[in-house]
């Protein structure tokens, strides 16, 4: 069974604090991505890597930064987390050839306070 | 650059009764297409694709789509939905040359007995 694992379902954390979100693929995918889902805009690609540390902005990247340091991880990484980056986290992975389908992880729930 | 609208944010029907969510996308270049659904407090899932050939695409759970290139659109349809569609449909497009997979905004379905 594929899969796409996010370190964590909820959290919670302080305006300021340096925050990591974890995702970990098992099907050996080139292809990752991390978005944000907010009620009405949908998922908005923040970014992605095509390769080991390789990366490529997406649309809404300011305050994010990534690290692709082996292939089945990407991580997700606040600077300096600020509430309106409270949202839903998912993240995917696809393999290179463009017509097979993203698999996505069940996302992490951020709250900044 | 790529663009996916779904003009629906949220489709009320009765079960049983047929169901349509409208999918428009533009790009300058040739794309693919997919739908996925999220049922509640889960990640996506994939419904069907479009990749090329036949304009109406089958998937799962009794959904199908077409593919207007004229018009661009993919519009996805039920003919008799069950209370476990209820759930948020999204579509999605990425460039046949490029690894970028963009959303539309997501149609919130509830289907009411």
């Known amino acids: 069974d594929v899969k796409v694992t996010q370190s964590s379902r909820y959290l919670v954390k302080r305006t300021g604090e340096k925050v990591f979100l974890e995702c970990v693929q098992d099907?050996?995918?080139?292809?990752m991505f991390w978005y944000r889902q907010d009620p009405g805009l949908g998922l908005r690609l923040i970014y992605f890597?095509?390769?080991?540390?390789?990366?490529e902005k997406g649309d809404i990247p300011e305050g994010y930064s990534v690290s692709r340091e082996k292939k089945e991880r990407f991580s997700l990484i606040l600077e300096s987390a600020s509430t309106n980056q409270t949202s839903m986290y998912l993240c995917?992975?696809?393999?290179?050839?463009?017509?097979?389908?993203?698999?996505f992880g069940q996302g992490t729930r951020l709250t900044v306070v | 650059a790529q663009s996916v609208t779904q003009l629906d944010s949220q489709v009320p029907v009765f079960e049983e009764a047929p169901v349509e969510l409208r999918c428009n996308y533009s790009?300058?270049?040739?794309?693919?297409l997919f739908w996925y659904v999220q049922y509640p407090n889960q990640g996506l899932q994939l419904l069907l694709k479009?990749?090329?050939?036949?304009?109406l695409v089958k998937g799962i759970n009794g959904f199908e789509a077409e593919f207007n290139k004229s018009q661009t659109s993919f519009h996805l349809r039920k003919p008799s939905v069950h209370i476990s569609d209820t759930a948020e449909y999204f579509c999605?497009?990425?460039?046949?040359?490029?690894?970028?997979?963009?959303f539309g905004g997501g149609t919130r379905v509830l289907v009411k007995p």
């Open positions: 790009s300058s270049v040739s794309v693919y």
């Open positions: 479009y990749l090329s050939g036949s304009t």
């Open positions: 099907m050996d995918h080139e292809n």
């Open positions: 999605a497009v990425i460039q046949a040359a490029g690894n970028k997979l963009t």
């Open positions: 995917a992975s696809s393999s290179l050839a463009l017509n097979t389908e993203a698999f």
């Open positions: 890597s095509y390769d080991v540390k390789m990366k």
